[in-house]
T-cell receptor
């Protein structure tokens, strides 16, 4: 089955620790995205990548970092600089980087204690 | 800048009744519009999208949406809701540059037996 996987589903970390969220897709999509979702708010774009070895900041990139070394993988690191990291994180991908439908993974809920 | 407003935070509807979710957007050109649905703790699933052409768009699960340029609206409808339609629904518009989505705040739908 083709799809997007995110692991783990739930993640707990102590304040001050960096944590990396995994996102893998086997859809052969070129573009990948990371969103953050907070209660009562829509999704906000953190980072996106339209092609391997290239990525751009989204609307709320501060305190986050990404890499795109492989087409299938787009891990997100939540650093200790992120002031309010507890949230639901969603990864998405699309066939190409322009005017194309985005497909979403199941999400990772990060709780920082 | 593009923006999306979903005026209703919560809607409660009886099973078998009709449902309409409102979405208003702010965008200078012809927008590309999407409706997604999210079950609790899950990722987003695409219900339907409008790029051009017929302003009445059919989607999955019996949903449809109508694009009205004069009202800057893209409301989602379903003639008869099922208990499984209880979820959160997000309207989104594609931004002018790059394949980046701007989401509304979401509408949570509760279905009464």
């Amino acid at each position: 089955d083709g799809g997007i996987t995110q692991s783990p589903k739930y993640l707990f970390r102590k304040e001050g620790q960096n944590v990396t969220l995994s996102c893998e897709q086997n859809l052969n999509h070129d573009a990948m995205y990371w969103y953050r979702q907070d209660p009562g708010q829509g999704l906000r774009l953190i980072y996106y990548s339209q092609i391997v070895n290239d990525f751009q900041k989204g609307d709320i990139a501060e305190g986050y970092s990404v890499s795109r070394e492989k087409k299938e993988s787009f891990p997100l690191t939540v650093t200790s600089a992120q002031k309010n990291p507890t949230a639901f994180y969603l990864c998405a991908s699309s066939i190409e980087g322009e005017t194309d439908t985005q497909y979403f993974g199941p999400g990772t809920r990060l709780t920082v204690l | 800048a593009q923006s999306v407003t979903q005026p209703d935070i919560h809607i409660t509807v009886s099973e078998g009744a009709s449902l309409e979710l409102r979405c208003n957007y702010s965008y200078g050109a012809t927008p590309y519009l999407f409706w997604y649905v999210q079950s609790p703790g899950q990722g987003l699933q695409l219900l339907l999208k409008y790029f051009s052409g017929d302003t009445l768009v059919q989607g999955i699960k019996g949903f449809e949406a109508e694009f009205k340029r004069s009202q800057s609206s893209f409301n989602l409808r379903k003639p008869s809701v099922h208990w499984s339609d209880a979820a959160e629904y997000f309207c989104a518009v594609l931004r002018a540059a790059g394949n980046k989505l701007t989401f509304g705040g979401g509408t949570r739908v509760l279905v009464k037996p």
